[in-house]
């Protein structure tokens, strides 16, 4: 089991970025692929990002290409999403989490999840 705590979070405005973070503890991160979901209030949770566990490999969700980047730190047992030109339909609770499966983007291949930071864009 790793544990994943979220940070970074919290209110921009339309056009501005905030980075998001995961710190992780009890195991070692580079075991595992990473994600970050979101779910907005009333909508399913969606798949945003995902990167590999040598850090060379990235997917992104339609919605956030060429807008968000994901990477991590094995070192600092870390992961990060940068989010740029953020737009309203941005805001949602942002979630980190952990997979053992290669190029994970369903949430079913995640079994290890943060508790989530909230990320508001204001118009």
């Known amino acids: 089991q790793v544990q994943l705590v979220e940070s970074g979070g919290g209110l921009v405005q339309a056009g501005g970025s905030l980075r998001l973070s995961c710190a992780a503890s009890?195991?070692?991160?580079?075991?595992?692929?990473m994600g970050w979901f979101r779910q907005a209030p009333g909508k399913e949770r969606e798949f945003v990002a995902a990167?590999?566990?040598?850090?060379?490999?990235?997917d992104y969700g339609e919605s956030v290409k060429g807008r968000f980047t994901i990477s991590r730190d094995n070192v600092k047992n870390t992961v990060y999403l940068q989010m740029n030109s953020l737009k309203p339909e941005d805001t949602a609770a942002y979630y980190c989490?952990?997979?053992?499966?290669?190029?994970?983007?369903?949430?079913?291949?995640?079994?290890?999840w943060g508790q989530g930071t909230q990320v508001t864009v204001s118009s």
């Open positions: 989490a952990a997979s053992r499966t290669t190029r994970a983007t369903r949430i079913i291949e995640y079994d290890n």
């Open positions: 990167i590999s566990w040598s850090g060379d490999r990235t």
């Open positions: 009890g195991r070692l991160l580079w075991r595992y692929d």
